[in-house]
């Protein structure tokens, strides 16, 4: 069975510095990879995914994540800060045993990071 | 297109009733997904539908059970309530073409707040 990790469950950072919310996932095959982000009394939205291709996957709101394969790593990543991304973000693995028929949207998630940015 | 929504918002019900919830994917999106979230056990995965059949089923008791129309609209029910089904209830709906993801992203609707007290 697929699971993810997101090992930290707060992250601060100052407005204008990087950040990196580190997540890493177990799959039996091939790992397709998610980040969503929730705010207060919202459902999720989508950020990124990584399905193939290049490890650095960008996405929206300047938002992206390095995929590593031997670390199984999918770190979400962005430059400089925002006071308005703190949220709570959640990493997810799409279940990869539906993945080769191509059916099947279950989603295991991370137990979540809320991520504070302050002036 | 209008994203997902879901009825009611918030919703109070109490011990041993039973309560439905529904789900109104985006336009065209066959797939629709349903998933809790507390405070405990963060997002868990209930059930998935698809052309009005159940895909996959997540760990939860027969208790909870859902249904799809004609339309891709879904609803859930939960029968026989208890505290601990008091959540955030969350729809997600997706592209599919012949059963084949188009897209791999779900798209989530605001939830339903449900308190059982």
């Known amino acids: 069975a697929q699971s993810v990790a997101q090992p930290e469950d707060q992250v601060n950072v100052a407005e204008g510095n990087p950040l990196t919310v580190k997540c890493t996932y177990s799959?039996?095959?091939?790992?397709?990879l998610f980040w969503y982000v929730q705010y207060p009394n919202r459902g999720l939205q989508f950020l990124l995914k990584?399905?193939?291709?290049?490890?650095l996957v960008k996405g929206s709101y300047g938002f992206e994540a390095e995929f590593n394969k031997s670390q199984t790593s999918f770190h979400l990543k962005k430059p400089s800060a925002l006071v308005s991304d703190s949220a709570l973000y959640f990493c997810?693995?799409?279940?990869?045993?539906?993945?080769?028929?191509?059916?099947?949207?279950?989603?295991?998630f991370g137990t979540g990071t809320q991520l504070k940015v302050e002036l | 297109k209008a994203g997902v929504t879901q009825t009611p918002r918030y919703l109070i019900k109490t011990r041993g009733q039973q309560v439905t919830l529904s789900c109104s994917p985006i336009?065209?999106?066959?797939?629709v997904s349903w998933y809790q979230q507390t405070p405990g056990q963060g997002l868990q995965f209930l059930f998935e539908?698809?052309?009005?059949?159940?895909?996959n089923k997540g760990n939860f008791p027969g208790r909870f059970s859902g249904r799809q129309f004609s339309n891709s609209r879904s609803e859930m029910n939960v029968s026989t309530l208890e505290l601990g089904d008091s959540a955030l209830y969350l729809c997600?709906?997706?592209?599919?073409?012949?059963?084949?993801?188009?897209?791999?992203?779900?798209?989530f609707g605001p939830g339903t707040r449900l308190t059982v007290t």
């Open positions: 799959v039996s095959g091939n790992p397709y």
């Open positions: 336009s065209g999106h066959r797939s």
């Open positions: 539908y698809f052309s009005e059949t159940q895909r």
């Open positions: 990584y399905i193939t291709g290049d490890n």
């Open positions: 997600a709906s997706s592209p599919q073409l012949a059963g084949v993801p188009l897209t791999y992203e779900q798209y």
């Open positions: 997810a693995v799409r279940d990869g045993e539906t993945r080769i028929t191509g059916g099947g949207n279950k989603l295991t």
